[in-house]
Nanobody
Framework: QVQLVESGGGLVQAGGSMRLSCAAS????????MGWFRQAPGKEREFVGG????????YYGDSVKGRFTMSRDNAKNTVYLQMNSLKPEDTAAYYC?????????????????WGQGTQVTVSS
């Protein structure tokens, strides 16, 4: 089964940028539907972005559309989340997830594997 490890989180000022990485082992990211989710304290888990197995066009949640970009590097077996124009409301723990189906899903419950998460804090 695939293991996922996120990295790249930290503290950034509002308006800044950050890139998160999700490195996979025990499986290839091109074989899974991949998703990024986030969860802030006291809030429900939120879909951020998704990419189908073999797909090249990511889909995004409404709150990040136009600011975040999800990509996949098959050679590095890694999925990325480039976050631009960050806002304080983007502060959350960010998680990478994989599902053993062709498509991605906006529902976290439909993913089979999760990383441990990485914290992103955006200061105002």
């Amino acid at each position: 089964q695939v293991q996922l490890v996120e990295s790249g989180g930290g503290l950034v000022q509002a308006g800044g940028s950050m890139r998160l990485s999700c490195a996979a082992s025990g499986g290839t990211v091109s074989s899974y539907g991949m998703g990024w989710f986030r969860q802030a304290p006291g809030k429900e888990r939120e879909f951020v972005g998704g990419l189908s197995r073999g797909g090249v066009v990511p889909y995004y949640g409404d709150s990040v559309k136009g600011r975040f970009t999800m990509s996949r590097d098959n050679a590095k077996n890694t999925v990325y989340l480039q976050m631009n124009s960050l806002k304080p409301e983007d502060t959350a723990a960010y998680y990478c997830a994989a599902r053993s189906r062709w498509g991605f899903s906006r529902l976290g419950s439909e993913y089979d594997y999760w990383g441990q998460g990485t914290q992103v804090t955006v200061s105002s």
